[in-house]
């Protein structure tokens, strides 16, 4: 996938909730909002304070954990990247069971799957009208396969969200390169799109190299999301897309600082207008992987500000294809979960690739690694300490933040308290070397910087600290024994919203020790 080499490149398409002009009044939420000239810092944070999600954003970051399939001409050339001049007959899996690729995935707690119907290399997963460079011209059950359905199905039976990858570059189409293969890729989509049923995320990347005529071609992203948003209108479209952003890297680690607020710049304010029930495309400014996106620093001098998450991808094992040399180099459970509160931890989604086979099932090793990691997951979040210790802080709402319930929240009496200090009387001693908080992002992301306290000797010792919250937020420590916790929120823009606060004692002994290594 080479997303390193993605640049500022990324194209934002909003779909407008309000006017532009209703979007400005205070205390109005939206998915972006336009700065205006004159404007101070405080009307700027005010805004920031309320930019949220779509339903469609919203949606996506409470799936928490989606998993990629890479699957095609690569498995069985032992390549990472075709060249678009490969034999269709090669692709011949002996054994290919989407149902298996699923029901893994799900029993790893997994909630949607992305299939790469189609690769840099062209040759694509369906029996599309569009190319002869496809699973119709295979071996594979005497040319009558289709992949998007063989996994769409699945995913409906076992209940689980499902997306497609469709890869902007191709080696293989005679047209690519020129205006012809915009229409060729709209095409594409449209198969995708209106024959599998509900398709849950449109997922691209910027790979942009020459196709079989030497030439590269012009992406024609906004005439593509546009046909998206038309044909499956509740579809994400990540992460060379309006809805999600790439976090920067493909370790599986996000930032420490994690801001779904970020600036966007390239605003034709007049086009916004002109649009404002319509979609309206435009770039978000800057370096989208730089350490910070959305503090105040950032945003300060931004021309907008947009509603814009992070996913965190990362492969189960070196490559992104299948290859045997790495059947004894798939991540372990400890690895991964490690992974697991470096991304979903840090306010991001976890992208998770599981790269089929030559048989076309998910290896065996990369299935007990999975299965260990669910474990650990589920043996370290399965009993909150905090439940039913009682809670003491100024505000409204005390109790929402232990009834598990995300929905539901605690806040400060007015705007203006932008800070709190969350005591927890627990219900007798508790050990625990975990944190857990989250705020309810449908009103905003706010939380800028917090210190976790636990009472020890007489007094209050600091535990961990941090930035922001997000989403989700999970912080490792270690191990502490005490009755009495609390939560200073030291700065917040507007009041903060605590949805949930959770402690908990890792599975894994010594997770703490190794947090941050990566």
């Given at each position: 996938?080479?997303?390193?080499?993605?640049?500022?490149?990324?194209?934002?398409?909003?779909?407008?909730?309000?006017?532009?002009?209703?979007a400005?009044?205070?205390?109005?939420?939206?998915?972006?909002?336009?700065?205006?000239?004159?404007?101070?810092e405080?009307?700027?944070?005010?805004?920031a304070?309320n930019?949220?999600?779509?339903?469609?954003?919203?949606?996506?970051?409470?799936?928490?954990?989606?998993?990629?399939?890479?699957?095609?001409v690569?498995?069985?050339?032992?390549?990472?990247?075709?060249?678009?001049?490969?034999?269709?007959?090669?692709?011949?899996?002996?054994?290919?069971?989407?149902?298996?690729?699923?029901?893994?995935?799900?029993?790893?707690?997994?909630?949607?799957?992305?299939?790469?119907?189609?690769?840099?290399?062209?040759?694509?997963?369906?029996?599309?009208a569009?190319?002869?460079?496809?699973?119709?011209?295979?071996?594979?059950?005497?040319?009558?396969?289709?992949?998007?359905?063989?996994?769409?199905?699945?995913?409906?039976?076992?209940?689980?969200?499902?997306?497609?990858?469709?890869?902007?570059?191709?080696?293989?189409?005679?047209?690519?390169?020129?205006?012809?293969?915009?229409?060729?890729?709209?095409?594409?989509?449209?198969?995708?799109?209106?024959?599998?049923?509900?398709?849950?995320?449109?997922?691209?990347?910027?790979a942009?190299?020459?196709?079989?005529?030497?030439?590269?071609?012009?992406?024609?992203?906004?005439?593509?999301?546009?046909?998206?948003?038309?044909?499956?209108?509740t579809?994400?479209?990540?992460?060379?897309?309006?809805?999600?952003?790439?976090?920067?890297?493909?370790?599986?680690?996000?930032?420490?600082?994690?801001?779904?607020?970020?600036p966007?710049?390239?605003?034709?304010?007049?086009?916004?207008?002109?649009?404002?029930?319509?979609?309206?495309?435009?770039?978000?400014?800057?370096?989208?992987?730089?350490?910070?996106?959305?503090g105040?620093?950032?945003?300060?001098?931004?021309?907008?500000?947009?509603?814009?998450?992070?996913?965190?991808?990362?492969?189960?094992?070196?490559?992104?294809?299948?290859?045997?040399?790495?059947?004894?180099?798939?991540?372990?459970?400890?690895?991964?979960?490690?992974?697991?509160?470096?991304?979903?931890?840090?306010?991001?989604?976890?992208?998770?690739?599981?790269?089929?086979?030559t048989?076309?099932?998910i290896?065996?090793?990369?299935?007990?690694?999975?299965?260990?990691?669910?474990?650990?997951?589920?043996?370290?979040?399965?009993?909150?300490?905090?439940?039913?210790?009682?809670?003491?802080?100024?505000?409204?709402?005390?109790?929402?933040?232990?009834?598990?319930?995300y929905?539901?929240?605690?806040?400060?009496?007015?705007?203006?308290?932008?800070?709190?200090?969350?005591?927890?009387?627990?219900?007798?001693?508790?050990?625990?070397d975990?944190?857990?908080?989250?705020?309810?992002?449908?009103?905003?992301?706010?939380?800028?910087?917090?210190?976790?306290?636990?009472?020890?000797?007489?007094?209050?010792?600091?535990?961990?600290?941090?930035?922001?919250?997000?989403?989700?937020?999970?912080?490792r420590?270690?191990?502490?024994?005490?009755?009495?916790?609390?939560?200073?929120?030291?700065?917040?823009?507007?009041?903060?919203?605590?949805?949930?606060?959770?402690?908990?004692?890792?599975?894994?002994?010594?997770?703490?020790?190794?947090?941050?290594?990566h």
């Amino acid at each position: 996938m080479q997303m390193k080499k993605i640049t500022t490149s990324i194209l934002a398409l909003l779909l407008a909730v309000a006017t532009p002009a209703l979007a400005q009044e205070a205390g109005e939420k939206a998915n972006y909002f336009i700065i205006q000239p004159g404007e101070t810092e405080a009307d700027i944070i005010r805004k920031a304070a309320n930019v949220v999600p779509t339903p469609r954003q919203l949606r996506w970051q409470q799936l928490e954990l989606t998993a990629f399939f890479h699957v095609g001409v690569n498995t069985f050339t032992n390549r990472e990247w075709g060249t678009g001049k490969e034999d269709p007959a090669i692709f011949n899996p002996s054994q290919l069971d989407a149902r298996q690729w699923v029901r893994v995935a799900k029993e790893a707690g997994i909630k949607q799957v992305i299939l790469t119907a189609k690769h840099h290399d062209g040759f694509c997963l369906w029996p599309t009208a569009t190319t002869e460079h496809s699973v119709k011209n295979s071996p594979w059950k005497n040319g009558q396969g289709d992949l998007m359905k063989d996994v769409a199905e699945a995913c409906k039976e076992y209940g689980i969200g499902f997306g497609v990858y469709l890869s902007p570059w191709d080696m293989n189409s005679p047209v690519y390169g020129s205006d012809a293969y915009n229409d060729l890729f709209i095409e594409q989509l449209t198969e995708l799109l209106t024959n599998y049923g509900q398709i849950d995320e449109v997922w691209f990347d910027g790979a942009n190299g020459e196709g079989p005529n030497g030439k590269k071609q012009v992406y024609d992203f906004d005439r593509w999301y546009q046909h998206i948003r038309k044909l499956q209108p509740t579809a994400t479209i990540a992460i060379m897309g309006p809805d999600v952003r790439w976090v920067g890297t493909e370790t599986g680690y996000g930032r420490e600082t994690e801001w779904s607020v970020v600036p966007a710049d390239n605003l034709d304010q007049n086009s916004v207008a002109a649009n404002s029930q319509q979609a309206v495309a435009f770039k978000p400014t800057g370096d989208m992987r730089g350490e910070v996106l959305g503090g105040r620093e950032q945003i300060r001098n931004a021309k907008g500000l947009v509603w814009y998450p992070a996913e965190t991808d990362v492969s189960i094992r070196p490559g992104w294809f299948y290859h045997p040399a790495e059947d004894d180099k798939v991540k372990s459970p400890e690895k991964l979960l490690d992974i697991y509160y470096s991304s979903v931890g840090r306010n991001g989604v976890l992208l998770l690739n599981i790269p089929p086979d030559t048989r076309g099932l998910i290896h065996e090793n990369d299935v007990k690694a999975l299965q260990g990691w669910k474990k650990l997951i589920d043996d370290t979040f399965t009993q909150n300490l905090a439940q039913g210790a009682k809670v003491k802080v100024s505000g409204k709402n005390k109790k929402a933040m232990l009834d598990g319930k995300y929905d539901t929240h605690f806040t400060t009496k007015s705007e203006k308290d932008t800070t709190a200090v969350i005591e927890l009387q627990l219900k007798g001693a508790q050990t625990f070397d975990v944190l857990m908080l989250q705020e309810n992002i449908s009103v905003g992301q706010r939380v800028e910087k917090f210190v976790f306290e636990y009472w020890k000797d007489g007094q209050w010792q600091k535990a961990t600290e941090g930035t922001t919250i997000g989403y989700k937020r999970l912080l490792r420590f270690e191990p502490i024994t005490t009755n009495k916790v609390r939560l200073r929120i030291e700065s917040s823009r507007l009041n903060p919203t605590i949805s949930e606060i959770g402690l908990f004692k890792n599975a894994l002994e010594g997770m703490a020790i190794s947090a941050n290594e990566h």
